[in-house]
Each structure stands twice: as C-alpha cells, then as structure tokens.
C-alpha cells in the first residue's frame, strides 16, 4: 500500500477524510504553506531545466557555427584570391580587386541580417514553465463552493 506524508493514499479514504476534519486549522495551514513552498520549488526546478536545456542547445549551435565559419571563411579567401585574379586578365587588377571586395561585403551584409534576425531572444522564454505557473494560479485563486 503506497504512503503519502499525509497519510496512506489507497484503502483509507473514510479514514483520511476523517482526519482532515480533525486537523487544527492550524495544522492545515502549516500543509498548506508545506505544499506551496514544495511547489514553488518544483517550479523553479523547471524553469532551471528549462534554460538551461535552451542555453546548452544555443552554445552549441554558436560553436558549430564557429567552426563552420573558420572552415568556410578559410576556402572563401582562397575563392576570392582566384577570382580577382580571374577579373584582372579582363580588369586592371585594383579595378578586380575592387569589384570582388564590393561583392563579398554585399553577400556578408545580407547573410548578417539573416543571422542576426534568427537569434530571436524569445527562443530563451521558458514557456512550458510560464503554462504551468499560469495553471497553478488559476488552482489557487479559483473559489470553491
């Protein structure tokens, strides 16, 4: 038979009514505050594990993001170095230089506003934690008849 602090949870239900209707209302306010402050601790446990579970996928998308980036960044200086050689049997070499600057500063604006628009903070709003405390105190202020 399974116990709870207050009691045994199966086969004495008569019996546990009984005992609440004995309890002091000083010993139900004690349960009472007992359960809110347990509550409160269960909550802030999930919105711990909730951010955290949200600034670990954040760091590592950063560093493999990182990595990437060094990698890519590495064969895009060979790339360009090709190209403005490339434009400058066409170009004066300053001239290709010039235009293959200006077009790589073009494409890097673009791919920094992308980057920056999907680091939206609101990723980080533990929400199922936010749901929970919202139905919590819709259970404490509603009235009971």
Same mark, same amino acid.
């Given at each position: ?55 670990? *996928?954040? #760091?590592?998308? %950063?560093?493999? &993001?990182?990595?990437?980036? $060094?990698? @890519?960044?590495? =064969?895009?200086? +060979?790339? /360009?170095?090709? *190209?403005? #050689?490339?434009? %400058?049997?066409? &170009?004066?070499?300053?001239? $290709?230089? @010039?235009?293959? =600057?200006?077009? +790589?500063? /073009?494409?890097g604006i673009i791919l920094a506003w992308v980057g920056i628009r999907a680091l939206d903070p609101s990723t980080l709003k533990p929400s ?18």
């Amino acid at each position: 038979m399974a116990t709870t602090p207050y009691g045994s949870s199966s086969g004495a239900v008569a019996a546990s009514n009984g005992e609440r209707e004995s309890q002091s209302a000083f010993g139900l306010l004690r349960r009472l505050t007992d359960e809110l402050a347990t509550l409160l601790r269960q909550e802030l446990a999930l919105a711990t594990a909730e951010v955290s579970r949200s600034m670990r *996928a954040m #760091l590592l998308a %950063a560093a493999s &993001l990182a990595a990437g980036g $060094a990698v @890519l960044f590495t =064969g895009l200086l +060979v790339m /360009l170095a090709a *190209a403005v #050689l490339g434009l %400058a049997t066409v &170009l004066h070499p300053w001239l $290709a230089a @010039l235009v293959i =600057g200006a077009a +790589v500063t /073009l494409i890097g604006i673009i791919l920094a506003w992308v980057g920056i628009r999907a680091l939206d903070p609101s990723t980080l709003k533990p929400s199922r934690t936010a749901e929970s405390l919202r139905k919590d105190k819709d259970v404490l202020t509603r009235r009971q008849p």
